[in-house]
Nanobody, 115 residues
Framework: QVQLVESGGGLVQAGGSLRLSCAASGSTFSINIMGWYRQAPGKLRALVARITRSGETNYADSVKGRFTISRDNAKNTVYLEMNSLKLEDTAVYYC?????????WGQGTQVTVSS
């Protein structure tokens, strides 16, 4: 079992920056992939970025060049640095941890970008 706790969400003006953190606990040695997803009102949950234990990353096209995912394996924590935020980045952001083929999810943190 893996437990995830996100932090760092909030209200920010368009063009601003936020940094999300997600701390994992439990069977953290078994985590391979960690990532961030987001879900806007009326939309499906969608991938934002993912990172493997070895540091390989992939991003949604909509955030490439603006968001950076990183990971501290010693702290069992994944980060999402979000720059040049846009109104359409407003969503609940969820942390994911993948163990074998099973995904674990955090409770979500709200990010609201205002004009």
């Amino acid at each position: 079992q893996v437990q995830l706790v996100e932090s760092g969400g909030g209200l920010v003006q368009a063009g601003g920056s936020l940094r999300l953190s997600c701390a994992a606990s439990g069977s953290t040695f078994s985590i391979n992939i960690m990532g961030w997803y987001r879900q806007a009102p009326g939309k499906l949950r969608a991938l934002v970025a993912r990172i493997t234990r070895s540091g390989e990353t992939n991003y949604a096209d909509s955030v490439k060049g603006r968001f950076t995912i990183s990971r501290d394996n010693a702290k069992n924590t994944v980060y999402l640095e979000m720059n040049s935020l846009k109104l359409e980045d407003t969503a609940v952001y969820y942390c994911e941890a993948v163990v074998l083929l099973k995904s674990y999810w955090g409770q979500g943190t709200q990010v609201t970008v205002s004009s």
